[in-house]
C-alpha cells in the first residue's frame, strides 16, 4: 500500500505561560493519502488550529513549543527542517487557508498582486506573467479576472475568501489545511465555498486537511474524520463509520446534541454536560471521564489507549477493552 503524504505520530505541543503548561495537543496520531480528504472535528479549544499551526511549523516560539512527536510530510520529518526549508515548503507544497479571510490578506495591496507574490516567490515568474496567473486563478474560484486590481476592502466576505484559496492553490500545493474556512460567513456563501474546495480538490489532485467544530462541514467534504478533544484524538473511522455508528461517548455526546428535522415537536435538545478541561488542568486519566455519563474507575486513573473496535476505527476509550467491539 503506498505511503500516508502526512503521517503525524505522537504529537505533543505546549503553551509555557506564568499561570503554567498549557497542553494544547496531547499525542495525537493521524495520516492523509494522497487525494484523501480528513475531516478534523471538534470543540473550541479542542486543539485543532495549534494542530494546523504545528503541521506548518507556525506555532508561536515562545510561548508554544512542539515537545514531541513527528511530522512526517512524503517521508521526511518536517521538525528536523531549518526555517528556511519551512518557507520553501509552506505556500508551495503546503499551503492553509485560515478562517478569517479578513486577516489573511493584506489590505494595501490588490488582490492579484498578493496571489503573484506566492507565484513569483516560490516558482521564479516573472511579475507580469505571475500576474496574468493570478488574474487565472481568481477566474477558477469565480471571481472575474479583471478584478485582480481590487483591493480586499472591495470584495465582500465570501469573495475574500475565494481570494484566500486562490492563493493558497496558486501553486498546486500537494496538501492543503482549510481552517474553519466557513465560519465567518452565512449559510448559501459556505455550500458555495465547499462546492469550490470540493471541485479544486478534484482538479488539482490534492490531499485536504478540514478543520471544522461543524459536524455539517465535515460530513459534506470528508473521507475520514478524526474527532478531537482536549487535545486528544478521541476516535477516528470513515464519516460513514463516525456518523452512522458513533464509538467514542464524546461522539456520541456530539452528534446526539445537533437538531434532528424528524424529531418530534417539542423534543429538547440533549447537549454534552459540562465544560471542556482546562489545558493547564488536564484530568489525571482519560479527559473526558469528567463529562462522561460511562465513566468507569479505571478512565479517572489511567488515560485509555486507542482500541480497533472495527476494521478502520480508532477509539481512545477503554469501553473498548477486549470487548470485540461492543462496549
Known sequence: MERPLLEVQDLHVHYKTDDGTARA????????????????????????????????????????????????FQGENLLEKSGKELRRLRGNRISIIFQDPMTSLNPLFPAGKQIAENLTL????????????????????????????????????????????????????????????????DVTIQAQI?????????????SLLMISHDLGVVAEVADRVAVMYAGDIVE?????????????????????????????????LQPITGLMPDP??????????????????????????????DQGRGVRCFLYHQTGGQP
Open 25 to 72: 495537543v496531547n499525542g495525537i496520531d493521524f495520516s492523509i493519502h494522497r487525494g484523501e480528504t480528513l475531516g478534523l472535528v471538534g470543540e473550541t479549544g479542542a486543539g485543532k488550529t495549534t494542530t494546523a499551526l504545528a503541521l506548518l511549523g507556525l506555532v508561536p516560539h515562545p510561548p508554544g513549543k512542539i515537545t514531541g512527536g513527528r511530522i512526517l
Open 122 to 185: 516560490h516558482q521564479n515568474l516573472p511579475p507580469r506573467e505571475a500576474l496574468k496567473k493570478a488574474g487565472e486563478l481568481l477566474a477558477r474560484v469565480g471571481i472575474p479576472a479583471s478584478r485582480s486590481g481590487n483591493y480586499p476592502h472591495e470584495f465582500s466576505g465570501g469573495m475574500k475568501q475565494r481570494v484566500v484559496i486562490a492563493m493558497a492553490l496558486a501553486c498546486n500545493p500537494a496538501l492543503l489545511i482549510a481552517d474553519e474556512p466557513t465560519t465567518a460567513l
Open 194 to 206: 465547499l462546492e469550490i474546495l470540493r471541485d479544486l480538490k478534484e482538479d488539482f489532485g490534492l
Open 236 to 268: 477516528t473511522g470513515s464519516v460513514e463509520q463516525v456518523f452512522e455508528e458513533p464509538r467514542h461517548p464524546y461522539t456520541i455526546g456530539l452528534l446526539n446534541s445537533l437538531p434532528d428535522i424528524d424529531a418530534p415537536r417539542g423534543e429538547s
Open 280 to 309: 493547564m488542568e488536564l484530568p489525571r486519566g482519560c479527559s473526558f471521564a469528567p463529562r462522561c455519563p460511562r465513566v468507569m474507575p479505571v478512565c479517572e486513573e489511567q488515560k485509555p489507549p486507542v482500541f480497533s473496535p
